[in-house]
């Protein structure tokens, strides 16, 4: 059984930084596309960034690239999402997904199964 465990959330002022941790358990992690999407309420969910199993191909959102870098620790079975310069706007549920599209232009949803529960992140301004 697939369980996938974000972590890291938490209130923060605006301009600080912010890690989150997603430790993935039941697949075999090294070969698994990681990512990372966010949704704020009444809005639908959003691709921030992503990492393909061997690290060779990482790609962000737009509104997020220069601020937000996505790593994976395979020894770890965990993607981490490191946020610096934080605005109020990064305000929402961030959720870590298995096997996510590379691409933020992709209209591809992986299966409920593959996703976390989400943690929180609270910028203030």
């Known amino acids: 059984q697939v369980q996938v465990a974000e972590s890291g959330g938490g209130l923060v002022q605006a301009g600080g930084s912010l890690r989150l941790s997603c430790e993935v358990s039941g697949r075999t992690f090294n070969r698994d596309d990681m990512g990372w999407y966010r949704q704020a309420p009444g809005k639908k969910r959003e691709f921030v960034a992503a990492?393909?199993?061997?690290?060779?191909?990482?790609n962000y959102h737009g509104n997020v690239k220069g601020r937000f870098t996505i790593s994976r620790d395979n020894a770890k079975n965990t993607v981490y999402l490191q946020m610096n310069n934080l605005e109020p706007e990064d305000t929402t549920i961030y959720f870590c997904v298995v096997e996510p599209p590379l691409t933020p232009d992709s209209t591809y949803i992986p299966g409920n199964k593959l996703w976390g529960q989400g943690t929180t992140v609270t910028v203030s301004s």
């Open positions: 990492m393909s199993w061997s690290g060779s191909i990482i």
